[in-house]
Nanobody, 114 residues
Framework: QVQLVESGGGFVQPGGSLRLSCAAS????????MSWYRQTPGKERELVAG???????NYAEFVKGRFTISRDNVKNTVYLQMNSLKPEDTAVFYC????????WGQGTQVTVSS
């Protein structure tokens, strides 16, 4: 059974940090491109960052220099370190696995507010 389980979301003040984790199971994690998306009410889900099976990373312009994506192929987990958070980063963050199939996690809420 395929599972992507996100964790690490929560409430943080502007300028703060959070680290999201996405634990994968049920497929060959190391073969898959992993990415983080986010979505706010009334808007389409948008790409935040991605990391290939070989470790090549890409970022949306609005998070460059603030967020870092990484993966641990032993723990089958992808991370998103988020620093210098802004109120406009408030969203539900989703983990996505792309390979032979596409899998999505259930999402984790991130709220940035003073």
């Amino acid at each position: 059974q395929v599972q992507l389980v996100e964790s690490g979301g929560g409430f943080v003040q502007p300028g703060g940090s959070l680290r999201l984790s996405c634990a994968a199971s049920g497929f060959t994690f190391s073969y898959y491109h992993m990415s983080w998306y986010r979505q706010t009410p009334g808007k389409e889900r948008e790409l935040v960052a991605g990391i290939s099976s070989g470790g090549i990373k890409n970022y949306a312009e609005f998070v460059k220099g603030r967020f870092t994506i990484s993966r641990d192929n032993v723990k089958n987990t992808v991370y998103l370190q988020m620093n210098s958070l802004k109120p406009e980063d408030t969203a539900v963050f989703y983990c996505k696995a792309l390979g032979r199939n596409v899998y999505w996690g259930q999402g984790t809420q991130v709220t940035v507010s003073s």
